[in-house]
């Protein structure tokens, strides 16, 4: 079971990027995925979750209106937009697979990806 975030990068305040969470052994659908963050000196904060059987969205109040989870099935991916880029956006994310109870704490997560750096430029 392995999970891959990537499509971090530089970008300029207000831009717009895309997060990708490819997923391996096992099928996307078969977990909630959450997307989460951590910058420098801060928490990990959790910031948007899809389910597993519906496809319900939740996303922190911090990045609501900005940010957008989806997932594609036959890609085994799930993405998520980051529009409008803030100064408190720049962080490591990570994606995580689970069946958590409460979606954006990252203790109720079973499988986690490594990190994509988003950073902003000047």
């Known amino acids: 079971v392995q999970l891959q975030a990537f499509g971090g990068g530089s970008v300029q305040p207000g831009g717009s990027l895309r997060l990708s969470c490819a997923i391996s052994g096992f099928t996307s659908g078969a977990h909630a995925i959450g997307w989460f963050r951590q910058a420098p000196g801060k928490e990990r904060e959790g910031v948007s979750y899809?389910?597993?059987?519906?496809?319900?969205?939740l996303y922190s109040n911090s990045v609501k209106g900005g940010f957008t989870i989806s997932r594609d099935k036959a890609k085994n991916t799930v993405y998520l937009q980051i529009n409008s880029l803030e100064p408190e956006d720049p962080a490591v994310y990570y994606c995580?697979?689970?069946?958590?109870?409460?979606?954006?704490?990252?203790?109720?997560?079973?499988?986690w990806g490594q990190g994509t750096l988003v950073t902003v430029s000047s």
């Open positions: 899809i389910s597993s059987s519906d496809g319900t969205t």
């Open positions: 995580a697979a689970g069946w958590p109870s409460i979606p954006l704490i990252g203790s109720e997560y079973d499988y």
